[in-house]
């Protein structure tokens, strides 16, 4: 098994975020977390990349607990885990190039001629070659998140997680980064886990769709499943109806 949460439970002072989450993942198979805002669908992102830790529970990847592995088990498999932050999280002071070769211009020991060949390879995986000196002001909502893609495929990661590629860019930016997630998943057998409420995105992409709701998995099934299920949460949650069992619990 790639990637096992094991029982993870997290708190923020009283406040209960993860409640006993339990999840496999497969590799080489693309998932789709979905559920409400505030859910706790990041803070289990940033359990998965080593960032939190949990209050008990495990997180394993490849066997190793990525809480109490060897530095050198987890430099190894932090180096295999590709991550594009929610807000795109792009240095406005440095060009694209700078940003998508950033990791490995920080630690890699690569020279400067490596990196650049390898922000170029990147960058055509992406559809965007030749925009290295630009600045990411100048770029559109879509085209930052395929530099935040491209910067996280520098390292040549065999996991790529997404934190809700698609939210704040228009349906057709949108569509175009589905169409990257499904062929880099394609071509380069990534495997992908994907936190999104883009309902269109998450059927497009999925293998298997989760739900989070209270702390913990609620549902989970491949894409026809979930179009069929009768679970009410399930049901209220890809219906968009504000009147069900999921609690409002905020505006
Ligand atoms: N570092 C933190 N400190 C305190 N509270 C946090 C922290 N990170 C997340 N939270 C809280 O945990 C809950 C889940 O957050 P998050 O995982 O970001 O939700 P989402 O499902 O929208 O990604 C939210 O109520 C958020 O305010
Ligand atoms: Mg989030």
Redesign the pocket.
């Known amino acids: 098994m790639l990637i096992e949460i094991d029982n993870l439970h997290k708190s923020?002072?009283d406040?209960k975020?993860l409640a006993g989450v339990n999840l496999f993942f497969e590799e080489g198979k693309t998932y789709v977390i979905i559920?409400?805002?505030?859910?706790?669908?990041?803070?289990?992102l940033r359990h998965i990349i080593g960032l939190?830790k949990p209050d008990l529970g495990t997180v394993r990847i490849r066997g190793v607990d990525i809480f109490s592995g060897s530095k050198e088990q987890l430099d190894n498999i932090r180096a295999s885990i590709g991550m594009v932050f929610q807000q795109s999280a792009l240095f406005d002071s440095l060009t694209v190039g700078e940003n998508v070769g950033f990791l490995l211009y920080e630690k890699s020991g690569l020279s400067r001629r490596d990196i650049i060949l390898r922000v170029q390879e990147a960058l055509t995986m992406v559809g965007l070659n030749g925009i290295e000196n630009k600045y990411p002001e100048e770029l559109s909502g879509g085209m930052k998140k395929r530099v935040a893609i491209a910067r996280a495929l520098c390292g040549r990661p065999s996991i790529l997680i997404y934190?809700e590629p698609t939210t704040g860019i228009d349906p057709i930016g949108a569509d175009m980064i589905n169409s990257l997630m499904k062929s880099l998943h394609d071509r380069l057998k990534i495997t992908s886990l994907v936190?999104t409420h883009d309902l269109v995105s998450a059927f497009k992409i999925a293998d298997r769709i989760i739900m989070?709701f209270n702390g913990r998995v609620i549902y989970q099934g491949a894409p026809q499943e979930v179009v069929n299920t009768d679970n009410p949460y399930v049901r209220q949650f890809i219906e968009g109806k504000k009147e069900g069992p999921i609690n409002q619990l905020e505006v």
């Open positions: 923020f002072l406040q975020v559920g409400r805002s505030g859910c706790g669908k990041s803070v289990l939190l934190d936190v989070l």
